[in-house]
């Protein structure tokens, strides 16, 4: 057996020497990382790497198989189309959060049991966070606390699921779960799905990545979500919950996306649509239906990274997000469009475009299973992903009313990365013999039957007769969407009026009794009460109040900080981790 | 040539051709589908020519206007600074 490079090696090693590495060395760099990574994928031996005992308990650092290969395929050429997007950036920062990021992503990907994809699981989530909190301006600032919290809670639940599944069985080797389902694997399926945005845990994928740097965007676009879809193609295939979960995620994506006027979230809502066919591939479990999750999350992760950069690029030209707010620019951004109208293309599924090939792979296993709902409903979701992606969006960004804006096309790195994409959105569509080749089960699928291709044209070239007919009642409002978010965005603030107004109304009925009551004692005792009271309980509610609010402030000084610091937290994340796991097994 | 095609799509003064090319291949795409030999057909509506169209002009309509009821009369879409 060859040796086996883990790309997450070159990755954190990568991330290390960015900051050491300055002006067309540090680019050249950006770029060798994910070439060297790409190489090392696509010479990777299948085997089991990294085998040892750790508190007793059998550690597998990297499995490789044809599953988590076709997502580290994917993952790696992806990082080298993004850090071409990012080449632009002066600052280390935002690099060196990509590259943990992506490091991360492929330690999931490749995690032979549970503890090694615990790690790299909050690695993912930290340095993800860390693009968010880049843009630097109040809004990113708390989406990305909220991003965090979510996702630290969703650590929580995988960690305890894990500690209850290893427990109970012995090992903590990650694979298809066996026997019935209990607590441990409900927990790990809740953590999963959060991860996969899964209604109504999704809410956090569509608040965050619109504020996130307009690079740092791309990248999370492809990444978290999609581990996700490999974790759950891993361990829960054939699972019935998701394939309804992932049928009702695909329209409930589409649904929302009609609604919305921030032209990322709404392609997040469309990350929502499109993962939902994934995960219902996954819940179906055949070896069709989970080769067409597989090379629907391949294709997925290229045109939307497309879309994302068009978009991004959009947004890092003229300074506005809103649809409401752009418009004509067509007439200075005619490569920006063309390239962007591609993704809308292959996310859209037309013939000879990546999606094509992907998409209808898990509707045709739909069939195959005798799942006639699951099978329509997809394939009108798939209506809606052209509806928003290839018409609304589009309409209102680049062409409608003139928004006067005249911007110029955006730094030549990104329209190379943007045209890497297409290429290969184009490419998988043309040709997709080699994706299917590097998918886990043999293929028996011939995309480009007339049938199928007559019938895919009806589907999209009606839906934009409906477009060009009902063109007003699609006009972006200027209104923002209620979600899940709402729970801890307002609940949060329901849970603080139940600890105010007790109190409060408490204040108040001392203070009345305290006037009411003649006598002298009395009156005093009741006023030395309320002075404690103001003194004493406000003070302590006051000061406590006044310590997290500090302590924000110094939590939000550390993420506009330094990098170093950030590495110090994730260690002491790590080892806290690590501890908990040592105390639980003793 | 991309920036011909892209103004194309956009100039205004073109919105004559665009219509026409747009109701021709509307047209072509439905006589193409009465065409195509059905191979495998398990489901009622795989033989049905000219159903794909249908199917899609009728999720397009019902998306927009469910959408648009859940987000109006559902109450799903709010100022934009209801959080803040």
């Given at each position: 057996m060859t040796e086996f490079l883990h790309p997450t090696v070159l990755f954190l090693i990568g991330a290390v020497l960015i900051p050491v590495l300055n002006g067309l060395l540090r680019r050249i760099w950006l770029l060798l990382v994910p070439v060297l990574a790409i190489i090392s994928v696509a010479t990777a031996t299948p085997g089991a790497y990294g085998s040892l005992r750790f508190l007793g308990q059998e550690i597998l650092i990297a499995r490789v198989d044809k599953l988590s290969l076709v997502f580290a395929t994917v993952f790696t050429i992806m990082s080298l189309i993004g850090m071409i997007y990012a080449l632009h950036l002066k600052r280390a920062d935002q690099h060196v959060a990509a590259f943990a990021y992506v490091g991360s992503a492929l330690g999931v990907v490749f995690a032979g049991d549970y503890l090694t994809l615990f790690l790299f699981w909050e690695g993912m989530a930290f340095a993800s966070a860390y693009l968010i909190f880049a843009k630097r301006d109040q809004a990113a600032t708390r989406a990305g606390f909220r991003y965090l919290m979510v996702h630290l809670t969703g650590g929580v639940a995988l960690l305890a699921g894990i500690v209850i599944y290893g427990a109970a069985n012995g090992s903590v080797l990650f694979g298809p779960v066996e026997g019935a389902m209990g607590v441990a694997t409900y927990l790990i399926l809740a953590a999963f799905m959060l991860n996969a945005a899964v209604?109504?845990?999704?809410?956090w994928l569509t608040d965050a990545y619109p504020e996130a740097t307009v690079t740092g965007a791309v990248f999370m676009s492809a990444f978290t979500t999609k581990t996700a879809v490999y974790v759950l193609a891993r361990a829960f295939p054939g699972t019935e919950l998701l394939v309804w979960l992932g049928t009702a995620m695909a329209i409930y994506g589409v649904i929302y996306a009609v609604l919305e006027n921030d032209c990322r979230r709404l392609l997040a809502y469309h990350i929502v649509s499109q993962v939902g066919y994934m995960v219902a591939g996954v819940g179906i479990g055949t070896e069709m239906a989970v080769n067409g999750a597989a090379s629907h999350a391949f294709a997925h992760i290229l045109y939307k990274a497309l879309l994302f950069m068009g978009a991004g690029a959009v947004i890092y030209v003229t300074g506005r997000r809103k649809l409401t707010e752009l418009g004509g620019l067509y007439r200075t951004m005619p490569l920006t469009v063309a390239l962007y109208m591609i993704g809308a293309f292959a996310i859209s599924a037309f013939p000879f475009f990546s999606g094509f090939v992907s998409k209808s792979m898990v509707v045709a296993a739909a069939g195959y299973d005798h799942r006639a709902w699951v099978m329509l409903l997809l394939t009108l979701a798939s209506s809606g992903t052209f509806l928003h992606t290839g018409l609304k969006l589009p309409y209102y960004m680049f062409f409608a009313k003139d928004s006067g804006l005249r911007p110029p096309e955006p730094p030549r790195n990104m329209l190379i990365a943007m045209s890497i994409a297409a290429a290969l959105c184009i490419g998988i569509g043309v040709y997709p013999a080699p994706l299917y080749a590097l998918l886990p089960h043999e293929v028996d699928f011939v995309p480009y039957t007339a049938q199928h291709v007559t019938e895919s044209l009806g589907i999209l070239m009606f839906t934009a007769l409906g477009f060009v007919l009902f063109l007003k009642s699609l006009d972006p409002e200027k209104t923002i969407s209620l979600d899940t978010d709402w729970v801890y965005r307002k609940g949060a603030r329901a849970f603080m009026w139940i600890a105010d107004v007790p109190v409060a109304r408490y204040e108040q009925a001392v203070s009345r009794f305290s006037e009411t009551v003649g006598l002298r004692f009395l009156h005093r005792s009741a006023n030395a009460s309320l002075r404690a009271d103001l003194g004493g309980v406000d003070a302590v509610v006051n000061g406590v109040a006044s310590t997290i609010l500090q302590g924000g402030r110094r939590l939000r000084r550390v993420q506009t900080g330094i990098v170093s610091q950030y590495a110090v937290a994730m260690v002491a994340g790590v080892v806290a981790a690590i501890a908990v796991y040592a105390v639980v097994w003793q | 040539m991309i920036a011909r095609v892209v103004n194309f799509f956009g100039d205004p003064k073109y919105a004559k051709p665009r219509r026409l090319l747009f109701y021709a291949v509307l047209v072509l795409v439905v006589v193409a589908d009465f065409l195509a030999p059905r191979v495998h057909t398990e489901y009622l509506w795989e033989r049905l020519p000219g159903w794909s169209a249908l199917y899609g002009f009728g999720a397009c309509v019902l998306i927009i206007f469910v959408s648009k009821f859940l987000g109006h009369q559902g109450k799903l879409m709010r100022r934009e600074d209801y959080y803040d």
């Open positions: 209604p109504p845990l999704n809410a | -």
